[in-house]
């Protein structure tokens, strides 16, 4: 896989696997991005080798981090798999229970406090549990294959530890159109050509979390389709490196500080999110990798189970909260003021919202429901009052987290005037804090809270907690579905005394 | 049981335990509370005989409920006994695992969904579960028989399905003085006289939920004590009708609406909560019911317990939340505005802010641990968090209710002005709503609605929420102990690329 | 005055004032109501005279306040009127300067402070500025004698010294018809017949603060009007004796506690609010009352301008929240606990919400601006931002003050029981909070809060605060109008480069 | 002023006015500010010309635009000074009335609007204010000469048409120590050397908002000061090109992409707000210069005066606030969701709140009183609850904001890709929105929302809203101080009917 090699567009199944070799290790996964020979475009520039991009780079740690996970902690981060009998990491875990939905979400948060950031492999993750139900389903319908490959990829997926990441949202044009009455038809991804070996897409995923990063790529729909979406219907497994891909980076709030000397100013200078849009062009996917093909009435289900999964999966928040607790905690403690009453009060109640999304996501989880391909689906109602809960709760802990850093967070000169020999000891004399804490130590931490509030993790912690997964108001229209607000209508009128005369409420 | 007897002063526990019968059902329960013989003051005048005062009636009715669903649904609210290996009352059930946590949470927001009151049965169950692992855990330092003792009692309680109150908040005078600091030493319920039978004991429980209705009142400490508080550190069982308790009934906002003709303008004319003072002069406690007699330092331990345990059990509230909004979507519909978007979004966020409480709670209960003595406790964490979103949203929630409700709901005429023969079809003339709505379902409707925001649920369903089982600062310092700061700053550090020379975080 | 009169329907516009005789202050006030043989329903009885019924006379003392304010505070509560050379009460003084405005802010403030609930003449206050305005308005464009029937009525209720009351809100029926389409006709008030000396209306006003303690009756539109509304389209005076008229009284949480003895458990025993439906048979109305009479077409903006000044008004919610913030730091002190930071902080909440309020008002009163008729009229979009904080901020106000005054509130005996001889010392026993505040002090406290978030005077710090002036949606609507969109999405196109080809932004 | 001249240190008052010449407009202002010789460290280098460097020239830009308005709109932005017998820039104007503070406030707004940003300029406006009356006080006591000195300066400031800028906020070091305590006495400012020609200063201004784009810098004490810190307490008027000043710019999120091609991704690419670090290491200031110095008792009234006119002077956030409710109805209608009711119902949001914050400060200015010098000052508690309101409700609606923007705000690739060959064409094929609304608009808005929310003026609109003028706990120490909780607790004790039997409250 080392030597970067232009693979023929329709390519075999077999073939597609023959290029991996099982990843052990954090190490490893670096190694398996390279030379792969992707298609990268990023500040209007073609990108030799992206692993080595220093923008591209935090958000490529921010993956290797759940490979060293799963060595450090195997509890936490790796599960048993029957599919294959052997532990595997848990991002590639097939859900079997319950505590599986609740070991997910601690995993989750364990890697939101390691990263600070957006580790990428959660919409994947939860592609794979959704993919294993909504095969099942059309097949027990339609007579079709899909289940099977699917176990089959998720074995060749587990024994090679590779990461799978989610293709949905396609870019929609006009909101008011379906996929097949677009002006242009690519707006939504769609089959182009059927051959005897497979199909081809055309297309392009936006927002793809750790596109570029993934090794694998589902494309999925993004909504419920009807009978002339036929061809929108599509579920198929895409290798990264296949031909017709491009992958477009997005910008984020303070990116290019990555490619500043030093490394103060880069707040957390480890770990980053990553954002692509990735576009499809006539790219091939053999059957064997083809998990819908036209299955429309299934779009709207898959679509449902996947914001189950995946609203739940914004736990991973609360460990961003854990160190936001941390860093005001810390930032308090430099500037001298972690006695004073309102600094613990508001670190008690930044404490509290984000233990109330915790409780959230993982209640869910622990009310999971089997489904009846045997997996078991966490409850609806709760996933999305944890996600809702998410496009509020971070943002009031981030400007709680402003309030205790103080001004100096957005007034602090840059780290290479700190290092220069007449504006440095200036600096270092007006900006001591309390004393015996080095002022290096109150510049980083002040960083890292801009980095999380206003800078390159804000997106992660902020932006797409109000987003992914979908925004605000795609919340509250489940709320609504879910609601029974009949049942609850017979409870008052039973206590208020009301008699209907055709439906006697007892 | 049914002939008022006055009981001597010094009873065993065997004779104690001998007016009891099994109670089956509600109706059961109901009549196991005439004859008491306790000495009840309201509005200035001694009680004849509570059950049939119509403003303590309700109340009883609520504890009924308790019973019948029992009956009805023994999945829900009973539960195997291994103690005297039968189904018993979940109410009298000692938690075994986690999921006994999380089905007492089901059946309490079913309860709520049920009275849209306080059924005043969760203190004793609480209760009954700390009492299970502190007897315990002081006999193992001590030696002492206390979890022997209660384990019989226990026995006994379960075979007579009968209520336990809690009797724990002491009126605890001079708040900055301890115990045995204050200048009345009753102010603090404590030891007179020790005999070989039993103790004594002098005082009062204030704020009791249920006391009246409860057949045993378990005595035990409000706070921590220390080594001077000997005599304050008592946990004992005494039966609602032992020599020397005087019940003083607390008044509710409306309470006297019970005394009225008519049914409507009580809003919930079945049920309702209950309040009392208890006042102890003298009351023996033979030494079979005293399980814990001077361990101190077990006081602050079996408060923390109870106050995790019973926080959670304010997920009560969200089957009152239900109610609420059942009741603002059935008074919209009744006002003909459901369709309007700004009602069905307040009815989504009540349902979300409902449904965050009850996340907390069971997620609280799922997380539980195990304690020493081999029973259950959930997360400390979470059923703070519970509680303290308990002491914000159901405001809330009665605040949207009362959006959704208009106006109305506090100049609406009395129900006798529209029975009145003049006023009565102007009335229904002029407050016609929607057609083929009733008026009067709109009245009740209304009245249900100001009942649980204004009247004599607001009691159970706002202010005790912001005070039962601690008031909200109390939680915020159960918060505080709990947040491991330095744990969340140690994330921070690392993140931040902070490292101290003598203790380098990996 | 003094002799109960039974007036023939059909009176002369004269004789109707020849009734009054100028009202000097406040036991003036009281006696102007005496004897007026008006119709009266309350829980199903109709009144003999209402001046002395226990539940209503609180509603009069609130009013009779506005009287002995006057005279008190001449520069605060009166204002020199150019109509008859000579001072009047503020509350009949047509605003004619911004000073003018915010001095009636302050006023109602005041007033807010001195009774703790609503008194009940604001509206009336706000009609009296709307008419001056709208007649005038009417009269340019119809050449109608309106205004100066109005400046003529206005002299009479100066000299005499008045009460006007507002008769806006229609019963409205099935709220999707228009009032001509409705099946009823009365459910919007209308002509019924025509004379030569007057008009006859039927119909009904709800929700009418003040009703039946205001001398006079201003009978207006409550929305806008059609062609075919013509008939609805009414402004007119009616004296609240009139024949025909029926007012059926509005029942509040804890109204009967005004009928129990002892003063105590009412908690504000001396001022209340008061609602009532006003219905009205063929009341005659003289022309030299009638404003308004079929142009329809003013009837929406004269409810535009009406709501403007009124939702200014809410103002006096934040003398109620003065008395909030005094109670709860009144109660926080004899329990005790006034030195702890949580407390304090709270406190301050309470009074930062409560000024927030007070801002918007006053804000909206400088920024007065003037009408055609030569008066002012205050800021309609801060008035709307002023009513819609008042439909939030007082719930907040009192969740805290029943955060600081604890349980206690709902769990504390009647005032009966205090006085028992058994049950009485027990209670002072146990209630005794810090050294030298007596028990009764505490009691009452806890009863004024009591009072405010539940009981009687809720009615009118919360619920009439969400639905008074219209509710919460109603001030979101004309938000929504005034809120420029398209210049604001100009300013942010200028910052953005954005430069339409067609329409260059400057 | 134009060749760049090294100034002696000990320069006459006479001669570093002589350097000045009556600036007439925004071009005119950006030419004063060239050749002034001031040092400047920004990115570890020293700065050449500060007014062509990319980062720091949008700073300059937006004080430019108060120029330029003076110009355009002169009743607005320009104002009759009695000093000078001349209409001079606000800025400059000493407030001699309410409305003079009404205007100030709507000038502020409009520029909030036409700069999206901090237009540095207020902090100096205010201090302007402060000093009339503190000098004139000061004289009033010790029979200084500051007052006449004060006038004298700003006759001269207003013929020249000057910037002021405040250096108000020393570092402060150990927060438990006096300025005179501090073991290295330069962390507060002070005199180090007092000559017959005027005193020399040490120390720092951290902070300084607008520091390097201001002409004169007034130094003034940030706290309350003890007879010991006589040395600190000091005001003084000192040229910004003197001898022994340093400026160390403060960075900024995204302040790099200032230095990009392109203008799209910089969202604001005209405007920016600046802070600096300014140095002063034996500063000279000749004693026509000097306000105060030594009058220690002074400092504390002269801060809360200061603090009084700044916190209403955040009205400009409202400013800022259109341009968010602009830009998000802007974006709203691009992605074609306009019409949905919760994306206006959003936008009342945003509106409701930043029109709350208008209020506060304009009631403020309205309610202002006169002080002893004759000018008066705005109301401290409305100031101060404007200022809190301004520490939440900007991140609300930036939230909101967010909200509406969708997530593509930060997944939106860079605008050198959209301009590239290949990748270019792929983005505008992709990102089409509505039809007829070109892809760049697109871009160019959601740039200006990530710009303010979390990129570069998301320093002005969040972090400066939250710490400009005081932290949120120095309003509420303020509102505590000014609540007059005595007066409202008899209120409440009047209503409960509390009788204190030696002080009988009437």
Redesign the interface.
């Known amino acids: 896989m080392n030597a970067i090699a232009h693979h023929p567009r329709e390519e075999s199944a077999e073939r597609r696997w023959s290029r991996f070799k099982p990843i052990v290790d954090g190490d490893g996964y670096v190694e398996s991005l390279r030379n792969r020979g992707v298609k990268v475009?990023?500040?209007?520039?073609?990108i030799d080798e992206p692993v080595d991009h220093p923008i591209i780079r935090p958000s490529i740690n921010a993956l290797k981090r759940t490979y060293d996970l799963a060595v450090e902690d195997p509890e936490l981060a790796t599960a048993h798999s029957d599919l294959i009998d052997a532990r595997v990491n848990r991002f590639l875990h097939i859900v079997g229970s319950p505590q599986d939905l609740?070991m997910k979400n601690r995993m989750q948060r364990r890697l939101g406090?390691?990263?600070?950031t957006c580790f990428q492999r959660c919409a994947g993750l939860d592609t794979i549990s959704v993919l294993h139900s909504i095969t099942y389903d059309i097949d027990a319908k339609h007579g079709t294959p899909y289940h099977q490959r699917y176990l089959e990829f998720m074995r060749h997926a587990q024994r090679n530890n590779i990461i799978i990441g989610a293709g949905m949202t396609d870019?929609k044009?006009?909101?008011?159109k379906r996929p097949s009455e677009q002006v242009?038809p690519?707006?939504f991804l769609h089959v182009t050509k059927r051959t005897e070996q497979g199909i081809y897409v055309t297309g392009?995923k936006?927002?793809m979390t750790g596109g570029l990063n993934s090794h694998w790529i589902c494309v999925m729909p993004t909504m419920n389709m009807g009978p002339n979406d036929r061809d929108y219907a599509i579920v198929g497994m895409v290798p990264g490196d296949a031909e017709g891909l491009?992958y477009?980076?997005?910008?984020?709030?303070?990116d290019?500080?990555a490619m500043?000397t030093g490394?103060?100013?880069k707040?957390?200078?480890?770990?980053g999110g990553q954002?692509?849009?990735v576009?499809f062009e006539d790219v091939f996917i053999p059957h064997e990798h083809v998990l819908m093909d036209g299955e429309h009435e299934f779009a709207q289900d898959m679509v449902a189970r996947f914001t189950s999964y995946h609203r739940a999966s914004y736990v991973c928040k609360t460990g961003l909260g854990?160190?936001?607790?941390?860093?005001a905690?810390?930032i308090a403690?430099m500037?001298?003021?972690d006695h004073?009453?309102?600094i613990?009060?508001k670190?008690?109640e930044m404490?509290?919202l984000n233990?109330?999304i915790?409780?959230?996501a993982?209640?869910?989880s622990?009310?999971a429901k089997p489904l009846p391909s045997g997996i078991f689906m966490n409850d609806s109602?709760?996933a999305n009052?944890?996600k809702?809960?998410v496009?509020?709760f971070p943002?009031?802990i981030s400007?709680l987290a402003?309030?205790l850093a103080?001004?100096?967070?957005?007034?602090?000169?840059?780290e290479?005037?700190f290092?220069?020999e007449?504006?440095g000891p200036?600096?270092k004399?007006?900006?001591?804090?309390?004393?015996n804490v080095p002022v290096e130590?109150r510049q980083?931490?002040l960083?890292?809270i801009?980095n999380m509030t206003?800078?390159r993790n804000?997106?992660g912690y902020?932006?797409?907690s109000?987003?992914?997964a979908g925004?605000?108001?795609a919340q509250?229209i489940q709320?609504?579905r879910g609601?029974e607000?009949e049942?609850?209508?017979?409870?008052?009128?039973?206590?208020?005394?009301?008699v209907h005369e055709d439906n006697v409420t007892a």
Not at 113 to 116: A, F, K, P, S, V
Not at 173 to 176: A, E, M, N, Y
Not at 322 to 327: E, K, P, S, T
Not at 406 to 414: H, K, Q, Y
């Open positions: 475009y990023l500040f209007g520039e073609l609740v406090q390691l990263t600070g870019p044009g006009d909101r008011s242009d690519d707006l392009a936006a927002h491009t477009i980076y997005g910008r984020q709030s303070c290019t500080r500043e490394e103060i100013d707040g957390n200078a480890k770990f954002e692509t849009l576009v854990d160190v936001m607790v941390g860093a905690a810390a403690e500037n001298g003021a004073a009453g309102h613990k009060d670190l008690v404490t509290h233990e109330t915790y409780s959230s993982i209640a869910s622990h009310e109602m709760l009052v944890c809702h809960n496009t509020r943002y009031e400007r402003q309030d103080g001004g100096l967070m957005v007034t602090l000169p840059s290479q005037d290092d220069h007449v504006a200036m600096l004399k007006y900006f001591q804090g309390r004393a130590h980083r931490m960083r890292l801009e206003l800078g804000a997106v902020l932006t797409e109000m987003h992914g925004s605000p108001q509250r709320i609504l609601m607000v049942r609850k209508k017979a409870y008052a009128e039973d206590l208020a005394g009301i």
